[in-house]
């Protein structure tokens, strides 16, 4: 479910096939919308797998409920202080994010556990009390507790939840030695704080949608696994990416199977657009994300969240992104959305703005009367009296202002594409792009010439990939626990039952989730650095080499990783492991997806042409138009040429041509000189 449309893919297990449909988001009620997509599938869903946006917008508009905060005496103000850096130093008027629990709620109680996890002041259990009632007279909805060292023995932090729990009845508690059981208070506070901030939010919503599909219940977690409702709610923050990860893990699953080392997956929906990188058919995990930032692109200006999530970029450029003229008479484009209510204004709904889509239309990209299969004509008519409004302000005409609309949010995307990887070490013309959503088979042409990628791949239902995603991705869950080892000399009796005991939990979650025991897989990794270092880096790591107490080839994994982060290594210096990390997970339950079409390819492939804009070529040429659903293996075109389907167009521009391979994926290959197409 996105901001603007909220999209279904239905795997029909007898037939082995995929059914996808596409239909506006309901913002009153979210629910209504999936409700209505279900009622069109071919048949009643025994399971549903649910991907939302809910938590990260709750987060960013500040839509959370009225939280408070248990703490140590003398942690009251970490959440203020944070790490006392400044995200940006020549920022005279730096601004920043305040937390999401206010000092008048935050409460401080007696404790103290030592960095050994052993007790040095009890638990004053009436100051707890005490606090909860204070709390709850202040009308608080959620009270977080977070104490000091609380990772490395949660028994105080365990019996002050059971303690708020009886005494503060109807309001919602969570520790952060079960949100986030890791070292750095300042990370762990902001995270169990943000969890108390949304928890009554998401719980209330996951249990209405449970009651209405009236079957099992999933959801898909930031780092593209999925789990179910019930453990979904208990640590919502871990929900914050749900959407964007989803469509991560579909084009992790395409790269995959086409054995492709290195894609870029780029999700362009009607709100937002996502950027994220694939190696070895896996998207890059990553275990700090900001969120609510003050400024959306300056890093360090948000809270930090403790999740693991799928490493990835997100800007506010999707085919709803307003455009507007500023003060200076120069144009813009987004961050501000028209969502789906209204939409923007070629959807009729009482839009006023142009959009990216208002200029996508009228620059021939899109058809009016094929939009979302011919469900929904769009009104060109609107689109052109919006744009004429803007283009007045500007001082051009339509044309030159659609396409400025195109250019702008196009070099947008790929600027933020282009920082993305090299903040990685990464050159982005050694990779292809994955272009799906609504909008990014329609963008993906002019951004892969942006970033000098000559290879973009389409695959089936590329309009609804994410929802594709959650069919693939598997059940999985990750447990960590910090716990600080010298690798010179390590000592297994404190590493061994820590690492026991993750995989036990584990194996309990995915128990919970409905996974057989036999199916579930471990993978091990840890936060590595070399001492001294303030930053770690999370290496890979084999259970085996735990069982064979092998000090020297976890050195020698976190070497391999460091050189390949970093292109170096230091010879002779200390290594320590910071925490250790377990995922559980089972293997999708769907290893294939064949997208069920009604062809007919006699038709579909019907000569018709509409006038469609390229920059390179100079303005508006006759471009050939075909529906993907008469495409057949091994087929050619030259460009330009638009490809329709139900829940997307991909545009190719004269400088690309398209092959449709064995698996129905249509591979764009794009080159600078366009008379190379001539013959294909």
Same mark, same amino acid.
């Given at each position: 479910?996105?901001?603007?449309?909220?999209?279904?893919?239905?795997?029909?297990?007898?037939?082995?096939?995929?059914?996808?449909?596409?239909?506006?988001?309901?913002?009153?009620?979210?629910?209504?919308?999936?409700?209505?997509?279900?009622?069109?599938?071919?048949?009643?869903?025994?399971?549903?797998?649910?991907?939302?946006?809910?938590?990260?917008?709750?987060?960013?508009?500040?839509?959370?409920?009225?939280?408070?905060?248990?703490?140590?005496?003398?942690?009251?103000?970490?959440?203020?202080?944070?790490?006392?850096?400044?995200?940006?130093?020549?920022?005279?008027?730096?601004?920043?994010?305040?937390?999401?629990?206010?000092?008048?709620?935050?409460?401080?109680?007696?404790?103290?556990?030592?960095?050994?996890?052993?007790?040095?002041?009890?638990?004053?259990?009436?100051?707890?009390?005490?606090?909860?009632?204070?709390?709850?007279?202040?009308?608080?909805?959620?009270?977080?507790?977070?104490?000091?060292?609380?990772?490395?023995?949660?028994?105080?932090?365990?019996?002050?939840?059971?303690?708020?729990?009886?005494?503060?009845?109807?309001?919602?508690?969570?520790?952060?030695?079960?949100?986030?059981?890791?070292?750095?208070?300042?990370?762990?506070?902001?995270?169990?704080?943000?969890?108390?901030?949304?928890?009554?939010?998401?719980?209330?919503?996951?249990?209405?949608?449970?009651?209405?599909?009236?079957?099992?219940?999933?959801?898909?977690?930031?780092?593209?696994?999925?789990?179910?409702?019930?453990?979904?709610?208990?640590?919502?923050?871990?929900?914050?990416?749900?959407?964007?990860?989803?469509?991560?893990?579909?084009?992790?699953?395409?790269?995959?199977?086409?054995?492709?080392?290195?894609?870029?997956?780029?999700?362009?929906?009607?709100?937002?657009?996502?950027?994220?990188?694939?190696?070895?058919?896996?998207?890059?995990?990553?275990?700090?994300?900001?969120?609510?930032?003050?400024?959306?692109?300056?890093?360090?200006?948000?809270?930090?969240?403790?999740?693991?999530?799928?490493?990835?970029?997100?800007?506010?450029?999707?085919?709803?992104?307003?455009?507007?003229?500023?003060?200076?008479?120069?144009?813009?484009?987004?961050?501000?959305?028209?969502?789906?209510?209204?939409?923007?204004?070629?959807?009729?709904?009482?839009?006023?703005?142009?959009?990216?889509?208002?200029?996508?239309?009228?620059?021939?990209?899109?058809?009016?009367?094929?939009?979302?299969?011919?469900?929904?004509?769009?009104?060109?008519?609107?689109?052109?009296?919006?744009?004429?409004?803007?283009?007045?302000?500007?001082?051009?005409?339509?044309?030159?202002?659609?396409?400025?609309?195109?250019?702008?949010?196009?070099?947008?995307?790929?600027?933020?594409?282009?920082?993305?990887?090299?903040?990685?070490?990464?050159?982005?013309?050694?990779?292809?792009?994955?272009?799906?959503?609504?909008?990014?088979?329609?963008?993906?042409?002019?951004?892969?010439?942006?970033?000098?990628?000559?290879?973009?791949?389409?695959?089936?239902?590329?309009?609804?990939?994410?929802?594709?995603?959650?069919?693939?991705?598997?059940?999985?869950?990750?447990?960590?626990?910090?716990?600080?080892?010298?690798?010179?000399?390590?000592?297994?009796?404190?590493? !061994? $039952?820590?690492? @026991?005991?993750? =995989?036990?939990?584990?194996?309990?979650?995915? &128990? /919970? +989730? %409905?996974?057989?025991?036999?199916?579930?897989?471990?993978?091990?990794?840890?936060?590595?650095?070399?001492?001294?270092?303030?930053?770690?880096?999370?290496?890979?790591?084999?259970?085996?080499?735990?069982?064979?107490?092998?000090?020297?080839?976890?050195?020698?994994?976190?070497?391999?990783?460091?050189?390949?982060?970093?292109?170096?290594?230091?010879?002779?210096?200390?290594?320590?492991?910071?925490?250790?990390?377990?995922?559980?997970?089972?293997?999708?339950?769907?290893?294939?997806?064949?997208?069920?079409?009604?062809? !007919? $390819?006699?038709? @579909?492939?019907? =000569?018709?042409?509409?006038?469609?804009?390229? &920059? /390179? +070529? %100079?303005?508006?040429?006759?471009?050939?138009?075909?529906?993907?659903?008469?495409?057949?293996?091994?087929?050619?075109?030259?460009?330009?040429?638009?490809?329709?389907?139900?829940?997307?167009?991909?545009?190719?521009?004269?400088?690309?041509?398209?092959?449709?391979?064995?698996?129905?994926?249509?591979?764009?290959?794009?080159?600078?000189?366009?008379?190379?197409?001539?013959?294909?």
């Amino acid at each position: 479910m996105g901001g603007t449309f909220t999209d279904l893919a239905y795997w029909d297990a007898e037939r082995n096939e995929v059914h996808v449909h596409k239909l506006l988001t309901t913002p009153e009620d979210p629910t209504d919308a999936i409700i209505d997509g279900l009622a069109q599938l071919p048949r009643g869903a025994e399971l549903v797998v649910h991907g939302t946006t809910l938590v990260t917008n709750a987060l960013i508009e500040r839509r959370g409920v009225k939280a408070g905060l248990v703490t140590t005496d003398g942690y009251r103000d970490v959440l203020e202080v944070g790490t006392e850096l400044r995200y940006d130093t020549f920022d005279l008027f730096l601004e920043r994010a305040e937390p999401l629990i206010p000092r008048h709620l935050r409460l401080a109680v007696v404790e103290r556990t030592g960095v050994a996890g052993d007790e040095v002041v009890a638990l004053d259990e009436q100051a707890v009390r005490d606090a909860g009632r204070v709390l709850v007279e202040q009308g608080v909805d959620a009270i977080a507790v977070a104490f000091f060292n609380a990772y490395r023995n949660p028994d105080h932090e365990r019996r002050a939840i059971d303690i708020l729990a009886e005494a503060c009845p109807g309001v919602m508690v969570c520790a952060s030695s079960d949100v986030a059981p890791e070292i750095r208070e300042y990370e762990r506070f902001s995270t169990v704080a943000a969890n108390a901030y949304v928890q009554p939010l998401a719980t209330r919503y996951l249990r209405r949608l449970a009651e209405r599909v009236g079957v099992p219940l999933m959801i898909i977690l930031s780092d593209g696994g999925i789990t179910t409702a019930q453990l979904a709610g208990e640590r919502p923050i871990a929900l914050v990416e749900s959407g964007p990860a989803a469509g991560a893990m579909s084009a992790a699953h395409l790269a995959a199977a086409g054995g492709w080392k290195e894609t870029v997956a780029f999700d362009m929906g009607g709100t937002t657009a996502k950027i994220s990188l694939i190696h070895d058919g896996a998207p890059e995990i990553t275990h700090t994300l900001e969120v609510a930032r003050v400024h959306r692109f300056k890093k360090g200006s948000g809270l930090p969240v403790r999740v693991p999530t799928v490493n990835l970029i997100e800007i506010g450029a999707g085919g709803g992104s307003i455009a507007t003229a500023s003060d200076l008479g120069l144009l813009k484009v987004g961050p501000r959305s028209a969502g789906a209510v209204p939409g923007p204004v070629c959807y009729g709904r009482g839009g006023t703005e142009p959009t990216v889509t208002d200029a996508d239309l009228v620059l021939g990209y899109l058809a009016p009367d094929s939009f979302l299969g011919g469900k929904m004509r769009l009104d060109l008519e609107g689109a052109e009296a919006a744009l004429d409004r803007l283009a007045e302000k500007l001082g051009v005409d339509r044309v030159a202002a659609a396409a400025g609309i195109t250019e702008v949010v196009n070099n947008n995307m790929a600027t933020a594409a282009r920082l993305h990887i090299s903040e990685q070490g990464r050159d982005p013309r050694r990779y292809r792009m994955i272009a799906f959503g609504g909008a990014g088979p329609v963008h993906a042409y002019g951004i892969a010439r942006l970033l000098h990628v000559d290879e973009v791949v389409f695959q089936r239902g590329a309009g609804v990939a994410s929802a594709i995603g959650m069919l693939v991705a598997p059940r999985s869950v990750e447990c960590v626990a910090s716990q600080v080892v010298a690798l010179d000399a390590p000592d297994w009796d404190a590493i !061994d $039952p820590v690492v @026991a005991e993750l =995989a036990q939990r584990g194996r309990t979650l995915l &128990a /919970e +989730a %409905g996974v057989d025991a036999a199916d579930v897989l471990l993978d091990l990794s840890a936060d590595m650095r070399y001492l001294g270092q303030g930053a770690e880096v999370t290496v890979p790591l084999s259970l085996a080499a735990i069982d064979a107490r092998d000090g020297a080839a976890l050195s020698a994994a976190f070497a391999d990783e460091y050189r390949a982060r970093f292109d170096r290594t230091l010879p002779g210096m200390p290594v320590e492991v910071i925490s250790w990390r377990l995922r559980a997970r089972s293997p999708a339950v769907v290893d294939t997806v064949d997208i069920a079409r009604d062809t !007919d $390819p006699t038709a @579909a492939r019907a =000569a018709t042409t509409r006038p469609a804009y390229f &920059a /390179e +070529a %100079g303005g508006y040429v006759e471009t050939a138009v075909v529906k993907r659903a008469g495409l057949v293996p091994g087929e050619r075109l030259a460009g330009p040429v638009l490809i329709e389907e139900d829940e997307s167009t991909i545009v190719v521009g004269p400088s690309g041509s398209v092959a449709v391979d064995d698996a129905g994926n249509l591979l764009m290959t794009i080159t600078s000189d366009p008379r190379r197409h001539e013959d294909a």
